[in-house]
């Protein structure tokens, strides 16, 4: 069966510190992968998908960036990080073809002080 | 522009009895499948149920079922003889092509 794997589950990091969050699937190839994010109490906002390896689309400008060094591997990274990156983190995959569900992480919660 | 609204940001039933959460959405498309997610307070995303955009009979899972109206593009979530355990945040959500599009979610409390 397939599994998703998102670490660390939670991060205090400090403001102008660096950012990898990563995400793994096992269980099947070539899905599609997302990352959102969700603040306090408010709606999922889609950072970044991505639908082959080296393949990252970006929904949101911003100081955060995504890579997929590997079929069912997604990292979520920034250089610098702001106060306002502090939220709650979900990775998500579903199998591409466009009719199943997103199947979620646990999700990372990531404080920047 | 493809969106999804639901327009209760909260919602509160007795406990056994029903309540039903509002969803409306917005897409060109013709083929597109929809989601109702739950996220309880340890924020775990957790699929409820599904509906197929090309089926007309409304998908039922257990306690949970939809009104699906495609015409009028909507796609309500009721939840029969609720329970302690449905407390939660649900978001309603859609996909057409490789993006999902979720809605602001609706917070849902049981009252015991």
């Known amino acids: 069966s397939q599994t998703i794997h998102q670490w660390p589950a939670t991060l205090v990091q400090p403001v102008g510190s660096p950012l990898s969050l990563e995400c793994t699937v096992e269980?099947?190839?070539?899905?599609?992968l997302y990352w959102y994010r969700q603040a306090a109490g408010r709606g999922l906002q889609l950072l970044f998908y991505s639908v082959g390896i080296g393949q990252i689309s970006s929904e949101v400008p911003q100081n955060l960036s995504a890579s997929r060094p590997q079929d069912r591997q997604f990292i979520l990274s920034s250089k610098k990080l702001l106060l306002s990156d502090s939220g709650f983190y979900l990775c998500a995959w579903s199998d591409g073809t466009g009719n199943t569900e997103a199947f979620f992480g646990q999700g990372t919660r990531l404080t920047v002080v | 522009a493809q969106t999804v609204t639901q327009s209760q940001p909260e919602m509160s039933v007795q406990e056994a009895e029903t309540v039903t959460l509002s969803c409306t959405y917005d897409?060109?498309?013709?083929?597109?499948?929809l989601f109702w997610y739950k996220q309880p307070p340890s924020r775990q995303m957790i699929l409820v149920i599904r509906q197929e955009a090309y089926k007309q009979q409304n998908a039922t899972e257990n306690r949970f079922s939809v009104n699906f109206q495609k015409a009028a593009k909507s796609f309500s979530l009721k939840i029969s003889d609720s329970q302690l355990g449905d407390a939660a945040m649900y978001f309603c959500?859609?996909?057409?092509?490789?993006?999902?599009?979720f809605g602001t979610g609706t917070s849902l409390t049981v009252i015991p």
């Open positions: 897409t060109s498309e013709s083929d597109y499948y």
């Open positions: 959500a859609y996909i057409t092509g490789n993006q999902f599009y």
């Open positions: 269980g099947t190839s070539n899905p599609n």
